[in-house]
């Protein structure tokens, strides 16, 4: 796809600072400079990646704009790998716009929204997954989602996804030549899965865990505090955000909607929701709200079930309990500084297993610290260590390789279950479709299109 035709937009955001920054690329990005730059001194070398002090002028050469220090990248050797250069000057929106306006009366077109990543990727300057990256890490929100930006954009995952690909090559190649034996040799057999299948199905497997972890970090957590009435989830939230967001009362039944607050835990945002206490229904409002509890617990990443350590067990306490066994569970026991009617280990066997079971007071703040510990604990893991620190961040990518790893369980069990090698073939190639969506070598412009305008101005 070669585009002939040369944009200019401001890379820096609109505002008053210091500097503003006018990027323009394409095949007259040099032409169009020379009309409008006046070099101090009156000469400009041009040579790329040099930066020039001078003027900018209007289109017809008779205003002086700004004072500027402008820069030359030669292709290839630049961002988008087109000619660039980039215009330093005040960080006036003003200043920017009359430039701006001035660059496109002599010929360049405004760019649109990620449309320099995009000259980028077509160019080959860097691969899809590396242009999502960028666009994460201007966008990162923490300092761990945009460390690992940056390492996608240095290219660990196109590097992981190269691998990935030779292994399958490697497995494909060998299902081929068995194929083409078979042809000579009638009732030949089919050979057991190539280890380059197991490799890469461990390795996929790993890619898609990473994928919990590293949405923790960019986008947040919700953990949602349910149990029955009056055990403390309203002051437990309250607790835990040190805001009283939610009323506290020992009426049971008080808190009726959804109470939502955000706290950072270790760089992760965790959006915490307390929630109305699960009972029969004592009204048509308090239904209303236990309605919402149940559908908000099927969304949620975590769940904390809280239980009064100072009152017997209820029904309603193993109702809750029993209706969520498959969740990724916390089992706080709240008011730890009142006398006990039971003990840790009563409770152990309702839970499941892999439930973490804590004793807190919501009160004297006894065990939030150890609580927050867990709560980051549901959501991040270190299980990416055999893909050479590559992880996923992006829905896209995740669900390419989604599609990758069922494609290449199919493979295994036809394999298997002794069908022509013929199949499994089929889902390897098709594995390897999906693996170049993620990076681009195989993807369609509407697709393309669509990330790239998600991309800001400028980028
Ligand atoms: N001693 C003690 N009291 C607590 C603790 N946590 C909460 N309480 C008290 O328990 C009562 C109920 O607290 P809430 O936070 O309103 O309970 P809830 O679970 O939100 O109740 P509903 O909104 O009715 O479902 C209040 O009187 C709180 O002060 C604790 O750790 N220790
Ligand atoms: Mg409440």
Redesign the pocket.
Known sequence: MLRQDTIAATATPFGMSGIGIIRISGPDALAIARRVFKPSGGKCAWKSHCLYHGDIVSADGKTVLDEVLISFMRKPRSFTGEDVIEINCHGNPIILQAILTNLQELGCHLARPGEFSERAFLNNRLDLSQAEALSALICAKSAKAYAMGLTQLKGSLSKEIDDLRLLLIDALAMLESAIDFTEDVSGEKIPDVPPQINQTLHRVQSLLLSYRSSRAYTEGISVIIT??????????LNALTGRKK??????????RDLITDTIIIDGIPVHLI?T??IREPQNAIEKEGINLVWESIADADGLII?LDI?KPLTEEDRIIIDKNKSANIIAAL?????SRAWEEKTVKSLFPDHAKILE?????GAGLEELKKTIIHLSVNDETESTDGAIITNLRHKLALEKACKNIENAKESIASGMSAEFAAFDLREALDNLDEITGKKINNEILDKIFSSFCIGK
């Open positions: 149990g029955k009435p009056n055990v403390g989830k309203s002051s437990l939610a009323i506290v009362t020992d009426i049971p039944g008080t808190t307390d109305a206490g809280l100072s709240n008011k730890i500084d009142l807190i007071s919501a009160k004297t």
